[in-house]
């Protein structure tokens, strides 16, 4: 394919150290909160969100979009997390429809208690080995290829769908 704009070797090089970066990364965090708390990341994540969240509580369908996770992955991560007696779903009075995910006191406390070696172990691999002025450029880094990733969703959400080739 000639039109394919292959990566130069700095870009490789920095594709291939980002790849390892994030999946080390992520198995740092997982095992330090197996570890320390008993719990996966995916399941702090879900506790962090809702603790965030006015009254502790947020739509299944919110918390989902927000963690980036399928529907099937947050029900059965929220399953789990209600029979810790961390979480318990709801539905809204005025919208039987739609169910709400609350964060109970034991989950918070749970939460109060996992975040401190949870927050260690992210200085400790993601911050301590950056300078002051290395962790400002990363953020802007980040910040700019997020804000490229929302700009193309919020052009794929406007765009009216492809047109059924059989229909035309």
Same mark, same amino acid.
């Given at each position: 394919?000639?039109?394919?704009?292959?990566?130069?070797?700095?870009?490789?090089?920095?594709?291939?150290?980002?790849?390892?970066?994030?999946?080390?990364?992520?198995?740092?965090?997982?095992?330090?909160?197996?570890?320390?708390?008993?719990?996966?990341?995916?399941?702090?994540?879900?506790?962090?969100?809702?603790?965030?969240?006015?009254?502790?509580?947020?739509?299944?369908?919110?918390?989902?979009?927000?963690?980036?996770?399928?529907?099937?992955?947050?029900?059965?991560?929220?399953?789990?997390?209600?029979?810790?007696?961390?979480?318990?779903?709801?539905?809204?009075?005025?919208?039987?429809?739609?169910?709400?995910?609350?964060?109970?006191?034991?989950?918070?406390?749970?939460?109060?208690? %996992?975040?401190?070696?949870?927050?260690?172990?992210?200085?400790?691999?993601?911050?301590?080995?950056?300078?002051?002025?290395?962790?400002?450029?990363?953020?802007?880094?980040?910040?700019?290829?997020?804000?490229?990733?929302?700009?193309?969703?919020?052009?794929?959400?406007?765009?009216?769908?492809?047109?059924?080739?059989? %229909?035309?």
């Amino acid at each position: 394919m000639s039109g394919t704009r292959w990566l130069d070797e700095g870009e490789q090089r920095t594709w291939r150290s980002y790849l390892r970066t994030s999946q080390l990364l992520q198995e740092a965090l997982e095992r330090q909160l197996q570890r320390d708390s008993g719990m996966p990341h995916a399941y702090y994540m879900i506790l962090v969100v809702l603790s965030e969240s006015p009254g502790r509580t947020m739509t299944m369908t919110e918390l989902s979009a927000i963690l980036q996770y399928s529907v099937s992955r947050l029900s059965h991560a929220v399953s789990r997390l209600e029979e810790k007696g961390w979480v318990r779903r709801l539905k809204r009075p005025e919208d039987r429809r739609t169910t709400v995910a609350e964060l109970t006191d034991e989950g918070f406390a749970a939460l109060v208690e %996992a975040a401190p070696g949870h927050v260690e172990e992210v200085r400790r691999v993601l911050f301590d080995p950056l300078t002051p002025g290395q962790v400002r450029q990363f953020g802007e880094i980040l910040d700019t290829i997020l804000s490229a990733f929302e700009c193309q969703r919020a052009a794929e959400a406007e765009r009216p769908p492809a047109l059924d080739a059989a %229909a035309q």
